[in-house]
């Protein structure tokens, strides 16, 4: 089966806290994503990478930065957290060259919800 | 820019009746389109999706879509709704019809099963 991991379900931290948000997909696939998901929104892009040690910024990436040493793990971090920081965050992944990305199906993680205090 | 339009934060309706969540995007150029859906404390699993090809499109657990481009328009439907089919639907679409980094999502659909 697909799987694709996101470490921790729940946190709460606090307003000026570095916070680690880890997903990982045992899928092999070269194209990662990191989004917030917030009540009226919908699902918003923070960063994405097509491939390891590379990423881009998505339509929201203030704030946040990425970092992806191995094909399998991309990670999500404040760098000092702040109220309006407090969401659901999702991971997704999904295979494909750069020019065929989405016929391909994406695969997300069961989501990370942070509060911060 | 693209632009997905869910019509409809909420919609309820009961057992057995027809369920239609309406999605419209903004491109000319044909995009991918795709529903997603979303229970409670979960991620996102795909309904379906098209790309190319045949413009009524079957996905999983009774759902079809019609691709619509006359219309820009990919609205969902089932025929007969389930109690279980309660939960948060996501139109979403690729910018720039495929060869694109970006999926673009919609406000969600939250729908409500009547008993």
């Known amino acids: 089966d697909v799987k694709v991991t996101q470490s921790s379900r729940y946190l709460v931290k606090r307003t000026g806290e570095k916070v680690f948000l880890e997903c990982v997909q045992d899928m092999d696939h070269e194209n990662m994503f990191w989004y917030r998901q917030d009540p009226g929104l919908g699902l918003r892009l923070i960063y994405f990478s097509y491939d390891v040690k590379m990423k881009e910024k998505g339509d929201i990436p203030e704030g946040y930065s990425v970092s992806r040493e191995k094909k399998e793990r991309f990670s999500l971090i404040l760098e000092s957290a702040s109220t309006n920081q407090t969401s659901m965050y999702l991971c997704a992944s999904t295979p494909g060259t750069n020019d065929r990305v989405w016929g391909n199906t994406i695969y997300f993680g069961e989501g990370s919800w942070l509060t911060v205090v | 820019a693209q632009s997905v339009t869910q019509l409809g934060s909420h919609v309820s309706v009961s057992e057995g009746a027809l369920v239609l969540l309406r999605c419209n995007y903004s491109s000319s150029v044909p995009p991918y389109l795709f529903w997603y859906v979303q229970y409670p404390n979960q991620g996102l699993q795909l309904l379906l999706k098209?790309?190319?090809?045949?413009?009524l499109v079957k996905g999983i657990n009774g759902f079809e879509a019609e691709f619509k481009k006359s219309e820009t328009s990919f609205h969902l439907t089932k025929p007969s709704a389930h109690m279980s089919d309660a939960a948060e639907y996501f139109c979403a679409v690729t910018e720039g019809g495929g060869a694109t980094n970006k999926l673009i999502f919609g406000t969600g659909t939250l729908l409500a099963v009547q008993p």
């Open positions: 098209y790309t190319t090809g045949a413009t």
